[in-house]
């Protein structure tokens, strides 16, 4: 199957930034959307207690900086997304939880360069799933710790494969009744729909290697349910 192009995905976006704009429901599509974003923000602010600028990279509509604002004050915050309505409301929320500066940039993160040695707490949430291949994936974890200051964290909450073909199965059919129970079976194919046609998941493990092959030296996993996960990478 052709997989969907930076534009189709962007559009679908553009018409979904009402939806992303809750804490509680906008990405419920996501197991446990909720306990990720919790655990990961609070994790972030715990291990960086003195950071002053944050990057969030497919922020969408700015969830996880909003969350992670709860926690440590007056961050500067760079907004990265593909949807320019998303970088809108992003933009709108952050802005009135910070004191710091806010900076929007319509980017694909492939294609973006940040400056080196920026930025103390890198966000990812729902967003690397897009890279296609190995060399995306070594060449965006590349980018991000050259961006990191040291000690530092890259912080992803994802979607997530599986290596082995039972475990596999298992995980996508208990994803498939975790969707069916929240709004039935029609919504249940149009997410797998747009999964299939927009993402390339990988195994959390695979990707904290991808990560650790870039420089990062330490890991945690924070949580793992049937096909989501977080974990963090640290730049010593």
């Known amino acids: 199957m052709q997989k969907s192009s930076v534009d189709d995905i962007r559009a679908r976006f553009d018409e979904d930034v009402?939806?992303?704009?809750s804490l509680d429901t906008g990405q419920e599509s996501m197991v446990d959307a909720r306990t990720l974003l919790d655990r990961t923000t609070e994790a972030a602010a715990a291990?960086?207690?003195?950071?002053?600028?944050?990057?969030?990279v497919g922020c969408g509509a700015g969830n996880y900086s909003l969350k992670l604002l709860q926690h440590l004050d007056d961050?500067?915050?760079?907004?990265?997304?593909?949807s320019q309505p998303m970088l809108d409301r992003a933009v709108d929320?952050?802005?009135?939880?910070?004191?710091g500066?806010?900076?929007?940039?319509?980017?694909?993160?492939?294609?973006?360069?940040p400056a080196p040695e920026q930025y103390d707490i890198i966000m990812a949430a729902a967003v690397l799933h897009h890279l296609r291949t190995e060399a995306e994936w070594t060449a965006v974890a590349g980018k991000l710790y050259e961006a990191l200051r040291p000690g530092g964290a890259v912080w992803v909450a994802d979607l997530v494969d599986?290596?082995?073909?039972?475990?596999?199965?298992?995980?996508?059919?208990?994803?498939?009744?975790?969707?069916?129970d929240?709004?039935?079976?029609?919504?249940?194919?149009?997410?797998f729909s747009y999964i299939e046609q927009e993402d390339t998941p990988r195994p959390l493990l695979?990707?904290?290697?991808l990560f650790q092959a870039a420089g990062f030296d330490d890991a945690e996993i924070l949580h793992k349910n049937a096909t989501f996960g977080a974990f963090s990478v640290i730049k010593r």
Do not use: C, K
């Not at 500067?76 to 997304?81: G, I, K, S, T």
């Not at 500066?101 to 360069?113: C, G, M, N, W, Y």
């Open 18 to 21: 009402e939806r992303f704009s």
């Open 47 to 56: 291990t960086t207690p003195n950071a002053t600028h944050l990057l969030d």
């Open 75 to 82: 961050l500067h915050v760079d907004l990265v997304d593909l």
């Open 93 to 99: 929320r952050v802005s009135a939880a910070t004191d």
């Open 101 to 113: 500066t806010v900076r929007p940039f319509q980017a694909d993160i492939r294609e973006l360069s």
């Open 162 to 180: 599986h290596s082995t073909a039972p475990v596999q199965d298992l995980m996508w059919d208990a994803y498939g009744s975790y969707l069916e």
């Open 182 to 191: 929240l709004d039935g079976e029609a919504y249940r194919e149009r997410v």
């Open 206 to 209: 695979e990707q904290i290697d």
